[in-house]
């Protein structure tokens, strides 16, 4: 797919409107379906599993497994379980064969591909396949981590926090205790030397500590990888719905410090057989951070006052870069804005969804009802009572205290942030600490550390600089007001858009080359434009800072306190929130109904052709050249992407799900719509995952990209170097 064809369907520019309309739409149609009066919430309760099913390896779930699905998990199957997944860069993976084949997702290693991507290639939109092991191509910078061990540390951490009596003194006690943790550990594992990453994670919010010790491979190599159009089908269009078509699929390999193939004797068998629906799975990965046992007064705050600026923050600079590339295609392909357009929307569908649950009247309910549960244990219990007590309280008045900061909070969104901000908003808050910094009698390496941070901030294209800059004076005009400082300040032109301009026409700060030469002639001055107007907002950033900080740190600790009464009432009968560490979730295969119709468990190619073919070429369903006539010996009724009740989330992409019998099925690479809400609640009934199915994978290596060596690898576990060897093995 070019990157015209890509930019030419005409329905690009409003799709993201269209899906925050469909989101307030489901909202909307919820409560008045609901007719809910208070009375009625009133009789709500919390489910079971409202806090999820993301189990740990450490609090592994084994009666639970043996007695619902009727299978023996044992201890040796958690282990393998666990020894065969692994954590690489955002995302999951796992090892597929002895000679340390590695499954993820298409979408886990974009960025990847592109670093392994030579003069002249297009990797991304034409697809990659090694033919021979000594083509498989190592990728810079890039690592896969497996959880060796876990040690229960809870014990050695509360007894340093309990000395403690500020939350300055927690903070820096736990720290302290974390490295006589991290250093004891490396000292035992010090035949690991580098390889070895000791990480020390907080679960149930502060109930317990774990130290998890990982060894890392960083000799990752690409072996096969399908085209984005193939990895990404239906686009941003498509993205966190189902029915589903997308071929997300990528091939790593691991390689040992000799240079050859890592060889594991922990690894999923290759599933070629599939599921059904009914079937169960287990999906492993790496779930990010979630928000499950947040109190009522957090909740309200994330819907009422965080939520809502950060979503306009990022529909309005995705609207930025979308005009960019559609402005120059060629200049936004090279400069990897495609990718960073994937995943603001990425996160501006996921912030809908979290919104519009924190909009359900019935999922506040439950929430509800889970917090009067937890504060009647806590008062039913005179020692929990006598030491948190008060901490629920507590929070809610700090979440009043943190509305306070709403405007601040709003018109600073991301603020210094290199990705979505202007860079000379960057070097304007670089350069005033700069400049303090040489003016205020601080120390040398001060001085060089801020000169060094301004010098490395890079140009964004002129025209893309000029709208970043120009959104974040309509954001000091919209949250301020306009007869606040920081907007008078701002909008010295009248509009957004003409003060910009002037800015950037004026200030050597604009760019990165002219503020160099600034620096090196010590000419940079506090008259130049952009520090006239840094010399006014930059107080009032760090005035919030300062006031805002210190609540969010007494937040922190009250939260862990809250952990450690919720832990002592509930213990392990529910698992902890997402932490990005590995966990294994249980579901079933599962269709479910939607818009008056049932969404199939399973989509084939049929459907991916019927997309094609009703919506053409150039838009988000167009096909690679080598795919839009069904190759011969695909069939089209092979399972392409199927669903399931497990619970996943944000990090879980790429992660394996397998069987009892623990032969890989399918590689998580999506939810639902109706699963957004996991960010704060678990619900089975309509929210799915989405994976991509093995045996789709296996039609695509074998009839598509002719890669017989890979497939003989998956389905025999021997390792060819070679096509020729591969097809002289074949019967």
């Not at 409107?17 to 739409?25: D, I, K």
Request: charged share 25%; with cysteine; proline share 5%.
């Amino acid at each position: 797919m070019t990157s015209s064809d890509w930019l030419s369907a005409s329905f690009r520019p409003v799709f993201l409107s269209l899906f925050l309309l469909a989101a307030l739409s489901v909202t909307g149609q919820v409560n008045a379906q609901a007719g809910i009066d208070q009375a009625a919430l009133d009789t709500i309760r919390a489910g079971r599993f409202d806090g999820g099913k993301m189990w740990t390896f450490e609090y592994a779930p084994g009666e639970y497994f043996t007695e619902t699905y009727g299978f023996d998990a044992n201890p040796a199957w958690f282990e393998r379980a666990r020894l065969s997944a692994l954590r690489i860069p955002g995302c999951s993976a796992s090892f597929v064969s002895p000679s340390g084949l590695l499954a993820t997702n298409h979408h886990c290693v974009r960025g990847a591909i592109v670093r392994v991507t030579r003069p002249g290639e297009a990797l991304l939109d034409n697809g990659f396949y090694a033919p021979t092991l000594d083509e498989e191509r190592r990728i810079p910078r890039y690592y896969a981590d497996q959880l060796l061990a876990i040690e229960d540390v809870t014990d050695e951490v509360f007894a340093a926090l309990d000395q403690a009596t500020t939350a300055e003194e927690r903070d820096r006690t736990r720290r302290e205790a974390f490295r006589e943790i991290e250093t004891r550990t490396r000292e035992r594992y010090r035949d690991q030397a580098d390889s070895l990453r000791v990480q020390i994670i907080g679960l149930y919010n502060g109930g317990r500590y774990s130290n998890y010790i990982f060894r890392r491979f960083t000799d990752i190599r690409l072996v096969a990888a399908a085209e984005l159009q193939m990895g990404f089908f239906g686009g941003d269009a498509d993205n966190f719905t189902y029915p589903r078509y997308d071929l997300d699929f990528a091939m790593l390999r691991v390689y040992g410090p000799d240079g050859q193939p890592y060889q594991t004797d922990h690894h999923f068998s290759w599933g070629a057989d599939g599921v059904e629906q009914g079937d169960i799975v287990f999906i492993i990965g790496n779930p990010g951070r979630t928000n499950r046992m947040s109190t009522m007064a957090q909740l309200e705050f994330q819907r009422d006052v965080a939520l809502p600026p950060g979503l306009a923050f990022r529909e309005s600079r995705h609207a930025a870069l979308r005009d960019y590339t559609m402005e120059d295609p060629a200049a936004a392909e090279r400069l990897g804005i495609r990718n960073r357009m994937f995943g603001l929307s990425n996160s501006l569908k996921a912030n809908t969804g979290r919104s519009e649950a924190l909009h359900r009247p019935e999922i506040m309910a439950r929430k509800r009802d889970a917090e009067r549960a937890l504060r009647a244990a806590i008062e039913g219990n005179p020692e929990l009572r006598s030491r948190f007590g008060t901490v629920i309280d507590r929070i809610a008045t700090l979440q009043q205290e943190k509305a306070k900061h709403a405007a601040a909070l709003a018109a600073f969104q991301f603020a210094g942030s290199s990705a979505f901000t202007s860079a000379t908003e960057r070097r304007a808050i670089a350069a005033y600490a700069y400049l303090a910094a040489k003016v205020g009698d601080m120390p040398a390496d001060t001085v060089t550390a801020r000169r060094a941070a301004l010098l490395r901030i890079g140009d964004f294209p002129r025209s893309l600089e000029h709208q970043f800059l120009a959104e974040r004076f309509a954001d000091f005009e919209r949250y301020f007001g306009p007869s606040h400082r920081c907007t008078r300040a701002a909008l010295q032109d009248g509009t957004p858009e003409a003060s910009s301009a002037a800015l950037l026409g004026s200030s050597v700060l604009a760019d990165s080359v002219m503020t160099a030469r600034a620096v090196a002639d010590d000419a940079l001055t506090m008259d130049d434009p952009a520090l006239r107007l840094a010399a006014v907002f930059v107080p009032v950033l760090e005035e919030f800072r300062q006031g805002y900080r210190p609540l969010l740190a007494e937040e922190r600790e009250l939260v862990l306190d809250l952990g450690r009464a919720r832990f002592e009432v509930f213990g392990q009968n529910v698992p902890p929130d997402g932490t990005s560490s590995p966990r294994i979730t249980d579901g079933v295969v599962q269709g479910y109904e939607y818009n008056g119709t049932l969404a199939p468990p399973y989509t084939t190619f049929f459907g991916l052709y019927d997309r094609y073919h009703s919506h053409g070429p150039g838009t988000w369903w167009d096909l690679p050249d080598r795919w839009k006539i069904p190759p011969a010996g695909l069939d089209l009724a092979t399972p392409l992407n199927f669903t399931s009740t497990a619970d996943t989330y944000g990090g879980n992409s790429g992660s394996p799900a397998v069987t009892p019998e623990l032969a890989l099925v399918g590689l998580n690479f999506d939810r639902n719509m109706e699963g957004l809400s996991r960010d704060f609640i678990y619900l089975p009934e309509r929210g799915r995952n989405v994976m991509v199915d093995v045996r789709a994978v296996q039609a695509a290596l074998d009839h598509v990209y002719d890669a017989d060596r890979i497939v003989q690898e998956l389905t025999t576990g021997r390792l060819y170097r070679s096509e020729q060897e591969a097809d002289a093995a074949t019967p």
